[in-house]
């Protein structure tokens, strides 16, 4: 997924090991199974300094994934 939607991999395959952001997406998952069906829920939980834990850092992540691909295609237009 990291070749077709960012433009690089993540040598997940190459390793056997999984992404540190792949592994804080999974211990953060009991989240949604609690607050997944109150939909402003996790906004809240998220608002909370502390609170978010591995998701918080998962979707710093990907925001720096995305504005690192972002400046890339910009490039090409």
């Known amino acids: 997924m990291g070749e077709i939607?960012?433009?690089?991999?993540?040598?997940?395959l190459e390793s056997d090991k999984m992404h540190p952001a792949v592994t804080?997406?999974?211990d953060g998952?009991?989240?949604?199974?609690?607050?997944?069906?109150?939909?402003?829920?996790?906004?809240?939980l998220f608002s909370i300094p502390g609170a978010g834990g591995?998701?918080?850092?998962?979707?710093?992540w990907c925001q720096a994934e995305m504005s690192a691909r972002?400046?890339?295609?910009?490039c090409c237009i």
């Open 29 to 44: 998952q009991w989240y949604f199974g609690i607050f997944g069906a109150i939909p402003w829920a996790v906004r809240l």
């Open 5 to 12: 939607g960012l433009g690089k991999s993540y040598g997940m």
């Open 70 to 74: 972002i400046k890339v295609c910009r």
């Open 54 to 60: 591995q998701l918080v850092a998962f979707q710093r």
């Open 24 to 26: 804080g997406l999974v």
